[in-house]
């Protein structure tokens, strides 16, 4: 069964910095993108960083120049750098896969549960 858990969250100051991590478990046959999305109360969840399998990268324009996505030398993990964190940045930040498991399958989706961010003074 495959899992993703993410960590790094937590409580910031504007302008300051933080790294979201994320780990995936499980036989994964193999992943085609990773991405974070974020969801703020009252919003819907948005996309924030995209890395493909191929390394090429994508970010919302809100985050562009503040946020850095990169996976590990284990492909299966995931990061996400963000500096110059703003009370806007405020969110869950979700981790998310986009794989197939088994050859032949179908490509899913797969999520983890969910890590705060709080950017408060």
């Known amino acids: 069964q495959v899992q993703l858990v993410e960590s790094g969250g937590g409580l910031a100051q504007p302008g300051g910095s933080l790294r979201l991590s994320c780990a995936a478990s499980?036989?994964?046959?193999?992943?085609?993108?990773m991405n974070w999305y974020r969801q703020a109360p009252g919003k819907e969840r948005e996309l924030v960083a995209t890395?493909?399998?191929?390394?090429?990268?994508n970010y919302a324009d809100s985050v562009k120049g503040r946020f850095t996505v990169s996976r590990g030398n284990a492909r299966n993990t995931l990061f996400l750098e963000m500096n110059s964190l703003k009370p806007e940045d405020t969110a869950v930040y979700y981790c998310?896969?986009?794989?197939?498991?088994?050859?032949?399958?179908?490509?899913?989706?797969?999520w983890g549960q969910g890590t705060q961010v709080t950017v408060s003074s």
């Open positions: 998310n896969m986009v794989a197939r498991v088994v050859a032949g399958d179908k490509v899913l989706n797969y």
């Open positions: 499980g036989s994964i046959f193999s992943i085609y993108a």
């Open positions: 890395i493909t399998s191929g390394d090429s990268t």
